[in-house]
Each structure stands twice: as structure tokens, then as C-alpha cells.
Antibody
Framework: QVQLVESGGGVVQPGRSLTLSCAAS????????LHWVRQAPGKGLEWVAV????????FYADSVKGRFTISRDNSKNMLFLQMNSLRAEDTAMYYC???????????????WGQGTRVTVSS | SSEVTQDPAVSVVLGQTVRITCHGD??????ASWYQQKPGQAPILVIY???NRPSGIPDRFSGSTSGTTASLTITGAQAEDEADYYC???????????FGGGTNLTVL
């Protein structure tokens, strides 16, 4: 069955860095785009970033552009999110989600992991 | 980036029909998706491409889009449908994905 398992979350001080990972299994990894989506405590979903199935395109939310970097390792079925210059407002549950990339565009996440929690606090 | 708005809360009597809507310029010309999220759980896709159901999603869930408004309709709401619902669409102007603020559905 499809599995997406996030890891790497934790408590980090403002201004520091953290890297999240997402291990995928149960589907043809290289055929899917991948997203990071976050949810602050008690708040709604906020899209963070997407990477195309072949890594050819990467797009980011304005709130993280220049600070976060999405990447993938298709040889290991892994997705990553490098987060630099972390702020209190980055505190959230971070979900990875796969995307079938209908018509070659990756804007429909269809299966989500259970998330990893990031807390930015001094 | 564009904004997509939803009513914060909607209620429906058990077995009745409810429509949840979202509004935004990004919906014009782009497909809408809908996600269901229950407390402490990850979101689940219930509608994609305006009105397509993933396998395993009951046929009481349907979707439609007209102009800048997308709708999720639950025909014959069940107690297990009580959840938060989020719409999403591509924001073509910025190559981003945008989510609505979410609608909390209560089944009475």
C-alpha cells in the first residue's frame, strides 16, 4: 500500500535550520510529483512547495521562498525539505503528499503522510 | 498569491444534503480539489478535477465549479462526514497551489 512517512521534525530555535525527510513506498515514486504542506496548530492547510516527478520544476509559497528548499532522491524514494532561517510562524505540522501530475502539472496532491511536527521557539 | 475563501462553518441534519463552497479568482480556468480532514488525521482527497472521486470515496460526495466558485456537495450526509473540508486549486499566475481556509462541517 501507499506509504509516506515524514521525519526530522522537532524543536528548533529561531534562525536555525532543520531538514525534513519523507520516505515513500508502495507506488512508482518517479511518476509522481511531491508536495510539502503545513498546518499551524488550530489553523488551516498552507501549501509550502512542490517538486515535479523528475525534479525539473520546483515552486514555493511566498512565505518560504528563499529560505526553504525542496529536493528529492529518486534512487532512494525520498523527499526532503531544507528549512533555513526558521521563524516562529514556521511552527506547524508538515505533511508530504504525492501528486499524479495530471496533464503534466502537479497541483493535485492525492495521498498524504501523517506529518512531522516542527516547533520554532527559543 | 491569490486567495481562496470558504465559509468557516456549516451544519447539516443527518441524512440531508449540504453544499460547501469556495470562492477565488484562481478557480477560474483551474480544476478544484477537495480534502476532508478529521481531528488528528491527515487530509484525504475526496474530489479532484472539479468532480472526480478517488476510489473508495462514497458517491454521496460530488463537486462542481462555475466561474470563480467551486462547490462540494454531500447528498445524504452521514455522521462520519463531520470534519473540516478544504478546497484547493492551482494559482496559475504564481505557479503555486492555494488552499481555502477550510469549512468545519457539523452533522446534527
Amino acid at each position: 500500500q501507499v506509504q509516506l512517512v515524514e521525519s526530522g521534525g522537532g524543536v528548533v530555535q529561531p534562525g536555525r535550520s532543520l531538514t525534513l525527510s519523507c520516505a515513500a513506498s508502495g507506488f512508482n515514486f518517479i511518476s509522481y510529483g511531491l508536495h510539502w504542506v503545513r498546518q499551524a496548530p488550530g489553523k488551516g492547510l498552507e501549501w509550502v512547495a512542490v517538486i515535479w516527478y523528475d525534479g525539473s520544476n520546483k515552486f514555493y509559497a511566498d512565505s518560504v521562498k528563499g529560505r526553504f528548499t525542496i529536493s528529492r532522491d529518486n534512487s532512494k524514494n525520498m523527499l526532503f525539505l531544507q528549512m533555513n532561517s526558521l521563524r516562529a510562524e514556521d511552527t506547524a505540522m508538515y505533511y508530504c503528499a504525492r501528486d499524479p501530475c495530471y496533464a503534466g502539472n502537479c497541483y493535485t496532491p492525492d495521498y498524504w503522510g501523517q506529518g512531522t511536527r516542527v516547533t520554532v521557539s527559543s | 498569491s491569490s486567495e481562496v475563501t470558504q465559509d468557516p462553518a456549516v451544519s447539516v441534519v443527518l441524512g440531508q444534503t449540504v453544499r460547501i463552497t469556495c470562492h477565488g479568482d484562481s478557480l477560474r480556468g483551474n480544476y478544484a480539489s477537495w480534502y476532508q480532514q478529521k481531528p488528528g488525521q491527515a487530509p484525504i482527497l475526496v474530489i479532484y478535477g472539479d468532480n472526480n472521486r478517488p476510489s473508495g470515496i462514497p458517491d454521496r460526495f460530488s463537486g462542481s465549479t462555475s466561474g470563480t466558485t467551486a462547490s462540494l456537495t454531500i447528498t445524504g450526509a452521514q455522521a462520519e462526514d463531520e470534519a473540516d473540508y478544504y478546497c484547493s486549486s492551482r494559482d496559475s499566475s504564481y505557479n503555486q497551489l492555494v488552499f481555502g481556509g477550510g469549512t468545519n462541517l457539523t452533522v446534527l
